[in-house]
């Protein structure tokens, strides 16, 4: 099996990220449990999505760089808090997992994942999609260089066919 | 009780000799009044992004861990924030001190009444959080108190300090947020800033 989760941490190891913000998804769980237990990483839980737009803008005018872990349903609550990110030119990568798209469970999760991807574009945060578990490495790895390397706000949507999903007695178990 | 304290002198008191300190300013009134102080590199005042600004202080401590960090922002800016008293009173940076310039009004809008108005206690949801020293100032003696908690003593804490619903002049701060940002990166981590 693809262990994806550990491969994104390797990512976030080789660029250097201290501060990781996180609303838990049963999709980032593992690499949550990874960025925790590292003594070089500062985990970040957030209250909502939206605080993690500011602590990567706070993180970065101290040097440090941060990563913003979520899933589809938050990137609606950092709408807002985008507009700061593209006004200043502030590097923002955030790593999503994907809900409301292939084989969702959860009618409710449908609208915000269909419009995860265009919301995010409004806000001139690139876009780039993991369409399977050997994708999110590369693609992580890339979006990684582009959010630093030319201080652009960048997304990484990880599809829900990567995450595997199926039910809520599934993810529960999780 | 009626708040007598004046937020341009509370502003410029917290201000006056800040060396090394390290500023936000939330959205609106707290930026002008920040910038009537004088404006410094080592300020990031907020022109948008409502309710972000403990948030930014926060990033900035955890990466500035030997210096102080003070957010000096407002009471509508910090309700629409509340969430990140939590989110901190987790982290628990020992360089992080909030200001809330509390007039109660969104002073930017037509001086509407905010949550505070109605009594909303944002000292007490601060220290429910975990920010122990947090309190309410209303008077001189209070605010002489809660200035040294701000620029020196172990955080995080949040001092909410009663002031008048004042109409003063603005004091703009550059608009140009890629300027604002760029310079205080320079002014915090210098040349190396620039080749990140």
Redesign the interface.
């Given at each position: 099996m693809n262990d994806w989760p550990q491969k994104l941490f390797g990512v976030l190891k080789q660029a250097k990220v201290r501060q990781v913000g996180y609303v838990p998804d049963a999709g980032h769980k593992r690499l949550i449990e990874l960025c925790r237990a590292d003594p070089a990483m500062r985990a970040v839980p957030l209250s909502t999505e939206q605080e993690g737009i500011g602590l990567a803008a706070g993180a970065w005018l101290g040097g440090e760089r941060s990563v913003l872990l979520m899933q589809s349903s938050g990137v609606g609550n950092c709408i807002n808090a985008l507009g700061m990110t593209s006004e200043c030119r502030f590097p923002l990568l955030m790593l999503v997992t994907m809900r409301g798209e292939q084989g969702e469970f959860n009618p409710w999760q449908v609208p915000m994942g269909q419009a995860t991807r265009p919301a995010l574009e409004a806000m001139g945060v690139v876009v780039q999609h993991a369409a399977s578990a050997q994708e999110v490495e590369p693609t992580a790895e890339a979006a990684a260089r582009l959010a630093w390397g030319s201080y652009a706000a960048v997304a990484v949507l990880i599809a829900q066919r990567v995450i595997g999903i199926k039910s809520f007695q599934d993810q529960a178990g999780r | 009780m009626s708040a007598i304290l004046k937020r341009r002198e509370i502003v410029a008191a917290l201000l006056q000799e800040r060396g090394e300190l390290?500023v936000?300013a939330g959205l609106g009134s707290t930026a002008w009044d920040v910038s009537a102080a004088g404006d410094s590199p080592l300020s990031?005042p907020?022109?948008?992004?409502?309710?972000?600004?403990?948030?930014?202080?926060?990033?900035?401590?955890?990466?500035?861990p030997a210096r102080r960090v003070l957010v000096i922002t407002g009471d509508g800016e910090m309700l629409m924030?509340l969430?990140?008293l939590?989110?901190i009173g987790?982290?628990r940076p020992r360089n992080l001190a909030i200001a809330v310039i509390d007039n109660e009004r969104y002073g930017e809008t037509g001086m509407q009444a905010t949550h505070t108005a109605s009594g909303v206690d944002l000292a007490g949801v601060a220290r429910a959080c975990g920010l122990g020293a947090s309190a309410l100032v209303w008077t001189e003696a209070e605010f002489a108190a809660a200035r040294k908690a701000l620029l020196g003593q172990p955080g995080p804490v949040l001092m909410q300090i009663k002031v008048l619903a004042e109409k003063i002049p603005l004091v703009l701060p550059p608009r140009d947020?890629?300027l604002?940002?760029a310079r205080?990166?320079r002014a915090?981590?210098g040349p190396q800033?620039d080749a990140?």
């Open positions: - | 390290l936000v990031f907020l022109w948008g992004a409502m309710g972000a600004a403990a948030m930014v202080g926060l990033g900035l401590a955890l990466a500035q924030g969430g990140s939590a989110t987790v982290q947020g890629g604002l940002k205080f990166r915090v981590l800033a990140e």
